[in-house]
Nanobody
């Protein structure tokens, strides 16, 4: 599956952005879809994942209550709604697909989008 992410930008602290990731190829609905991020000089880290089967969602602690991951299988698209953004959320955000049940570990995700920059100013 090929992924194309969009929706990043520059926003002030407290603002909102919605990231989108559209997949091409078959069987999108059978993949767990995740969002990860990488800030300069840091490791890529898990942000949120939504499972394919029951729409269970998982979040890193620092974004719980602020970010919401959702998916529209009819549109082959996964979203990340980000509210109450903080400067520490600044990073390149990547969407990824896992056909093996991956949740948190980026190595379980075989397909990656190109990344979209999110910058939160203070």
């Amino acid at each position: 599956v090929q992924l194309q992410a969009s929706g990043g930008g520059l926003v002030q602290a407290g603002g909102s952005l919605r990231l989108s990731c559209t997949a091409s190829g078959r069987s999108f609905s059978s993949y767990n879809m995740g969002w990860f991020r990488q800030a300069p000089g840091k490791e890529r880290e898990f942000v949120a994942t939504i499972r394919w089967s029951v729409d269970s969602t998982y979040y890193r602690d620092s974004v719980k209550g602020r970010f919401t991951i959702s998916r529209d299988n009819a549109k082959n698209t996964v979203y990340l709604q980000m509210n109450s953004l903080k400067p520490e959320d600044t990073a390149v955000y990547y969407c990824a697909a896992s056909g093996t049940g991956g949740i948190y570990d980026p190595t379980d995700f075989r397909s990656w989008g190109q990344g979209t920059q999110v910058t939160v100013s203070s």
